[in-house]
């Protein structure tokens, strides 16, 4: 059977593209939070991944309004990215992967998760960022990527429970895939940051740090917040926990901590690097 | 502000019935994606909004750079990125225009809350 062999989460703010782009990963605004890859570049380079799980959220670049998915399945054999309007370059294509992606949206619904399927569907920097930083040089194409896009934008959301076991349904179709493939899950985006309005700019630390405390020791424990919990608390993008979560769930069973980094503030948010695998 | 949702000073909860209010003006800035919208934009600001059928006081808080006026007439912040993003403005500058701050005060206000980035 397939595997999940371990577990990343990472930041994916555009300004990261943006200062790999310029060279700027050893300047003083930057060197700590890049500092905090080469050991996870590593263990991806030893473990050679055979599929990517990629917890992320749309920003506007694939799903406007008018079709939203409250969480959408990538079952593709090839993602293109493409302008943003803002001025992130756009990256290669992702290669995607079209067996254990359908048998996921199988297992999805039997185990009554109800995805959009998405045979073409473009990706943006939610996704693109972290593949970026993982593999430099863009050298990301022999790893087949599997998107899964969590609506983070607009209210209603999926509650942060229900993203943790969108991702136990996940690791569960992943154990019972017929296959030897080695698959890492990656839960992208976060920690507490708000971008709009008069409280634009609040970031909690404190709360960012016992999320990945907990993330480890007891996920459950975050499952408890609501939505409006996490807004309160770590700002109105402060839930993208969710795809934290979602990779969390992927997980079965306990975990433990290889690698840890944390930095804030890069650009507007409180930005989180953590490598786990199964104990 | 939606009933449903907790009141948060300072953060509007992008719901159903501010996806409703804002959809036109969503739209629009949605099309910023693209080089052909950004460049009919800056052509003609007014003429474009027109096209995309906001309101008047949306267009108006459009002209205005607004951003805290958009947000209240059913912007997205995903979608008024891309606004900001077309005006040359990156999420420091937008974080002062839309605290009362200046890019950086803004920015110091962000430092004062980091850790691990000479922060300890």
Known sequence: ?279 | MSSTHREVPGTIFFDGPMSTKGYALNKMCYSFNNAEGRDAFRADEAAYCDKFGLTEEQKEAILKRDLNKLLRLGGSVYYLAKFAGLLGLNMQDIGGMQTGRTKEEFQAYLDSQGRGKNNG
């Open chain 1, 1 to 279: 059977m397939a595997k999940v062999i371990g577990g990343i989460t990472t930041s994916h703010i555009p300004a990261i593209g943006i200062a790999m782009d310029k060279g700027l990963e050893d300047t003083p605004y930057w060197k700590d939070f890049f500092a905090g890859y080469p050991p996870v570049r590593e263990w991806l380079n030893e473990q050679q991944p055979d599929i990517a799980i990629v917890f992320y959220n749309d920003h506007g670049l694939e799903m406007f309004l008018d079709k939203k998915p409250t969480f959408a399945l990538g079952c593709a054999p090839q993602y293109e990215n493409a302008d943003e309007g803002w001025g992130i370059a756009t990256i290669p294509p992702v290669t995607g992967e079209t067996e254990l992606s359908w048998h996921i949206a199988n297992e999805l619904i039997e185990h009554d998760f109800d995805p959009t399927i998405c045979q073409d569907i473009k990706v943006d920097h939610g996704l693109t960022v972290p593949l970026s930083i993982m593999y430099p040089g863009h050298n990301y194409q022999h790893l087949k990527v599997i998107p899964v896009c969590i609506n983070c934008e607009r209210y209603p959301m999926p509650k942060p429970s229900r993203c943790f076991a969108l991702g136990q349904a996940i690791g569960k179709a992943v154990e019972s895939f017929a296959g030897d493939q080695k698959v890492v899950v990656f839960g992208t985006g976060g920690l507490s940051h708000q971008l709009d309005g008069e409280r634009a700019g609040i970031i909690n630390s404190d709360f960012d740090i016992e999320c990945m405390d907990k993330l480890v020791s007891d996920p459950e424990a975050l499952t408890k917040y609501s939505n409006d919990d996490l807004v309160e608390i770590a700002g109105a993008q402060g839930v993208e926990l969710n795809m934290w979560l979602a990779m969390r769930g992927c997980m079965l069973g306990d975990v433990k901590e290889v690698h840890r980094n944390y930095v804030a503030p890069i650009s507007n948010t409180g930005a989180g690097l953590q490598l786990l695998i199964n104990d």
